[in-house]
């Protein structure tokens, strides 16, 4: 895998590309948006890893505007300090087929560069991520199960497509906490489990197969089949 990392952070850069190179992958790098730009349609790459405010009076945006106004269907992960639900859309409406708010974790980095990965596979969709009949589309955020539109906070967005992103995977309270409140120690509180059992209220009640399931003592796994030690829907921390 040749991925092209555009950063103008010196750490952040560093860090993305120390993680990537240990992982196995060739990587090359660029500090500013015309260099990256000559070097994103100059050249083939696997996966391209964009951060969206750079120096150069050429932004991230603008890189990927011209990637696909060329026809390279290059996958494009944007990395950025603008966490709003606005900035994510544009992101992905503008090009992009993933956006991951700074800081993250590199252990879902990786992840989302491996789901990118397995949905460029032919035949399958880079827009949309299903587990059983529950989609959810990366361009629109728009999340339904079968014929049921469901409406989600920011967050609850936020912590969906992290389970959807992992699916059959145990997620544990360390990796949601780093992942989706940008935590890097534990408050102490029970704030993933309030959002877990306002996101399973929304995502599981009323149909009979229920995707979020609770291990005690563990984390939570999301998939159509609970596992052996999974909690009874209803009973303890949801």
């Known amino acids: 895998m040749r991925c092209l990392v555009i950063e103008d952070e010196a750490e952040t850069a560093n860090y993305i590309g120390k993680g ?3 992982a196995g992958y060739l990587v090359s790098a660029c500090d500013n948006g015309p260099d990256g730009l000559d070097l994103a349609v100059g050249s083939d790459w696997d996966i391209i890893i964009l951060d969206r405010m750079l120096p150069g009076r ?3 945006l ?3 505007d011209k990637l696909r106004a060329l026809g390279k269907q290059t996958p494009v992960i944007i990395v950025s300090a603008l966490t709003s639900i606005d900035a994510r859309v544009s992101g992905l409406r503008g090009g992009a087929d993933d956006y991951l708010s700074k800081p993250f974790a590199f252990s879902e980095l990786l992840a989302r560069i491996e789901a990118l990965q397995r949905r460029s596979a032919p035949g399958a969709d880079s827009s949309t991520l299903q587990v059983a009949d529950l989609k959810l589309d990366l361009r629109t955020l ?3 199960r ?3 539109v469901i409406t989600l906070q920011p967050r609850e967005y936020r912590l969906l497509e992290y ?3 992992n699916v059959n995977q145990v997620v544990t309270r360390t990796m949601l906490l780093e992942s989706v409140w940008d935590y890097h120690f534990d408050p102490q509180t ?6 877990i059992s306002r996101l399973r209220a929304k995502v599981d009640k009323d149909f009979p197969v229920m995707l979020i ?3 005690r003592g563990v984390g939570y796994r999301m998939g159509p089949t609970p596992p052996e030690d999974a909690e009874p829907a209803g009973g303890g921390a949801q």
Do not use: Y
């Not at 029970?190 to 959002?195: G, S």
């Open 20 to 22: 990537l190179r240990e």
């Open 58 to 60: 050429i932004d991230g």
């Open 62 to 64: 603008s890189i990927v």
């Open 142 to 144: 728009r999340v339904t």
């Open 146 to 148: 079968g014929a049921k």
């Open 163 to 165: 389970l959807m992103r």
């Open 190 to 195: 029970n704030v993933i489990d309030v959002q």
């Open 213 to 215: 399931h609770t291990l």
